[in-house]
């Protein structure tokens, strides 16, 4: 069995271990020249059986590249992973970090773990700066990595529309550091509550807004109202959790646009019996440290969430094709962009737009299966053919809102509450990547369904300066 490392650009040398030549070796059979010549000639022609073999990267080990990677496995290609991460994150159960209900690493999967098995894929731990299309290189700031095929999957980050100001006051929820802080703010928020004796301040504090009635609002805002009403009713002495006001803002006429009108509704239902307040056709204008204004009304509020756009990755933009308005590369049918079908992009930074004359939604299927797709097309092309058109099979989509309350949309049937719950439910367990993952999820939600606890409620970081009260 071989393994490569990686292939630099201007280094010619590709460095192949062969454990049973070194194990001959170091066991004292041949004595030490022989050994090394050994080593050297098989290196050498495995060097050589290297660099024949097409050198495909794969820039990000989300849900897109890592199922790229996958499809890839044990094919006669060397593929490069790069990500800033050392590990594969499961964004949709971010909000459950994010109000204490997991903790990261139940989320979370090293990607050299989940890939160790491919013997013709490496990883390298790094934050790719721009994308050299003439040269096709790759470049990592201090150092260049070269590709024959490259597929990129950079994602996006959340969008402040201008107002990138506001990022500090309202944190969005895209990586496991944004959740780790809103997590210690919701629950700092009830701390410095307790604490303090002015009833403005107090009401101020125990007042959370999320912005973006989408799938991530309705889950936080859910999640929130949740914590309040029930995990930490009887947690404190001087104030009552339950009266937290969860106010969730969304400008468009109605929550989760993207869902059948009376999914929208239903959403709208089981969040308001949940004690949510919902402001639909407002938009959150003005945000400070003492609160945010939504449709002329000033709400005085410490804990402000960030819910409500999207931006592609920066590294899209390298490329120097067209891009759409929120960074997206505008992608041929086939994943490739103009003129370079070595390149594929894929998942939220790719906007394809074949199928429906409209962008395909930012989800995880829509990436997985552009994963696979993008994979396939370098074999395809490998073996001489060309790459093929893709089209996006859309199954359905849920969102969860709490305890036995959900909606689902499966194209041909919408239903909603405990149904859609434990639908939701179901896929995700079958999503998460990693056996331990599955195991410890599952578990802390029945134990979480059963006691209403929430066993992540830690509060990391910057304990002090939170003590202040808002400016
Ligand atoms: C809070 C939240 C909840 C969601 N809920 C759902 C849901 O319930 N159902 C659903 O289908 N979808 C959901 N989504 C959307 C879904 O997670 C995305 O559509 C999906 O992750 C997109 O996959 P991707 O591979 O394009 O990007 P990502 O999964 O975001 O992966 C991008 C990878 O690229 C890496 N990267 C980024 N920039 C660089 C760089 N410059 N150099 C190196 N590496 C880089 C990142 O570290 C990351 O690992 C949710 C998203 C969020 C944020």
């Not at 040398?13 to 004595?31: F, L």
């Not at 495995?46 to 044990?74: H, T």
């Not at 998460?432 to 939600?445: A, E």
Request: aromatic residues 8%.
């Amino acid at each position: 069995m071989l393994f490569c490392s990686r292939r630099l650009v201007g280094d010619a040398t590709c460095a192949c271990y062969n454990p049973r030549v070194t194990r001959a070796a170091a066991s004292g059979y041949s004595n030490n020249l022989l050994a090394s010549i050994l080593v050297l000639g098989t290196s050498s022609r495995m060097e050589d059986a290297s660099l024949k073999r097409p050198q495909v990267v794969i820039v990000g080990a989300g849900f897109g590249g890592l199922e790229a990677a996958k499809k890839l496995a044990c094919k006669d290609v060397h593929v490069t992973v790069i990500d800033r991460t050392n590990y594969h994150l499961f964004q949709p159960l971010l909000y459950q970090v994010a109000t204490a209900a997991l903790s990261p690493a139940d989320i979370a999967a090293p990607v050299r773990a989940v890939l160790s098995k491919c013997r013709n894929i490496e990883v390298i731990l790094a934050e790719v700066e721009s994308v050299d299309v003439a040269a096709r290189k790759v470049n990592l700031g201090d150092m260049e990595v070269a590709y024959d095929y490259l597929i990129l999957a950079t994602g996006a980050r959340h969008s402040y529309f201008g107002h990138d100001e506001w990022e500090k006051l309202a944190p969005g929820l895209k990586s496991l550091e944004d959740a780790i802080e809103l997590r210690r703010r919701l629950l700092m928020a009830f701390e410095y509550a307790e604490k303090i004796t002015d009833e403005a301040a107090r009401k101020a504090a125990m007042t959370f807004v999320i912005i973006g009635g989408g799938p991530t609002g309705v889950e936080m805002a859910g999640a929130i109202a949740e914590i309040a009403r029930y995990t930490l009713a009887n947690d404190f002495r001087h104030i009552d959790p339950s009266q937290a006001r969860v106010i969730l803002v969304e400008g468009e006429p109605r929550l989760i646009a993207a869902f059948p009108e009376d999914l929208s509704a239903s959403a709208l239902k089981q969040l308001v019996d949940l004690g949510v307040e919902v402001r639909t056709g407002v938009q959150a204008t003005n945000l400070s440290e003492a609160g945010v204004e939504v449709g002329g009304e000033f709400i005085p509020c410490r804990v402000k969430i960030w819910a409500a756009g999207n931006n592609a990755s920066f590294v899209g933009k390298t490329l120097g094709v067209p891009i759409d308005k929120v960074g997206r590369v505008i992608v041929n049918d086939d994943l490739t962009i103009p003129g370079r079908p070595e390149i594929q992009v894929i998942g939220d930074l790719a906007n394809f737009s074949h199928q429906t004359g409209k962008p395909l939604p930012g989800v995880s299927p829509v990436a997985m299966q552009q994963g696979r797709h993008a994979a396939r097309n370098i074999l395809a092309m490998i073996e001489g053919g060309k790459p093929q058109r893709f089209w996006y099979w859309d199954k359905g989509s849920m969102a969860t809102i709490g305890r036995n309350r959900a909606v689902a949309d499966l194209n041909f049937v919408h239903f909603s509450g405990l149904p859609a719950w434990l639908a939701w439910l179901f896929v995700h367990i079958i999503f998460l990547v990693g056996f331990r993952n599955r195991l410890v999820v599952l578990f802390q939600w029945a134990w979480a369904y059963f006691t209403f606890n929430k066993g992540a409620r830690l509060i990391t970081r910057n304990f002090q300066s939170e003590t202040r009260p808002p400016a």
